[in-house]
């Protein structure tokens, strides 16, 4: 079954700097893959999807790229903020499936 | 325009008592899904509503949950009866679209966290 990979360490970096993140599946490449932001005790909130024939997708300061090859996205956050700091999660569908499972999520901290 | 809704967002019960979730999607909102996530885990997918008819009920982990969506508005989860191992939060989410086409916004809830003694 699909299985997706991401840091279970904090990242911790400083303003201003851009925060990478991975997000590794196994298997089989899914149609899409999403990334969400999660706040303590709140619900994920949806960021951005990229297709599975997309290699790279923006918005705003945010830059999710799609390498079906290495079976991995990354996701960046240039001019990182303290606000930014959060739970980002992967999340893409199982095979036979189009509802999206997530991965565990990689916690940013930005510092001041 | 109101997000969707949760009730309740918190909740106490005895192993063995029952819990109803409600859900209140975003208006025009045909499809909609249960998630939860137990401590530790990642969330994970129990269900999806296309209006009032179960599309994929593969992530229910067994029949002690149930779930309805009557006239394919607000839908309810049930727990009956809780087990300790239920504990978590439980999250509905709802979009206009299914994953993957165009208008592919999923729009979560805040959760129910759910506490079972």
């Known amino acids: 079954s699909q299985k997706i990979e991401q840091n279970s360490e904090a990242l911790n970096i400083q303003e201003g700097k851009t925060a990478t993140l991975t997000c590794n599946y196994t298997?089989?490449?899914?149609?899409?893959l999403q990334w969400y932001r999660q706040d303590p005790g709140r619900g994920p909130v949806f960021l951005l999807l990229?297709?599975?024939?997309?290699k790279e997708k923006r918005k705003e300061r945010l830059k999710v790229t799609f390498d079906t090859t290495l079976k991995q996205s990354l996701f960046h956050i240039t001019a990182s903020q303290p606000a930014d700091s959060a739970t980002y999660l992967c999340?893409?569908?199982?095979?036979?499936?189009?509802?999206?499972?997530f991965g565990r999520g990689t916690s940013l901290i930005v510092h001041p | 325009e109101a997000g969707v809704t949760q009730f309740p967002s918190h909740s106490v019960i005895e192993k063995g008592q029952t819990v109803t979730l409600r859900c209140d999607p975003i208006?025009?909102?045909?499809?909609l899904y249960w998630y939860r996530r137990v401590m530790g885990k990642e969330i994970k997918f129990l269900l999806h509503?296309?209006?009032?008819?179960?599309?994929?009920e593969s992530g229910m982990p067994n029949n002690r949950f149930l779930a309805e969506r009557t006239g394919g508005t607000y839908s309810t989860l049930k727990v009956q009866p809780a087990e300790l191992e239920d504990s978590g939060v439980y999250f509905c989410?709802?979009?206009?679209?299914?994953?993957?086409?165009?208008?592919?916004?999923?729009?979560f809830g805040e959760g129910s966290w759910l506490t079972v003694v």
């Open positions: 999340a893409l569908p199982p095979g036979g499936s189009y509802i999206p499972t």
């Open positions: 989410a709802s979009s206009q679209e299914i994953p993957g086409n165009s208008g592919n916004t999923i729009y």
């Open positions: 298997n089989y490449s899914p149609a899409y």
């Open positions: 990229i297709r599975e024939n997309e």
């Open positions: 208006s025009g909102h045909d499809n």
């Open positions: 509503f296309v209006k009032e008819s179960k599309q994929d």
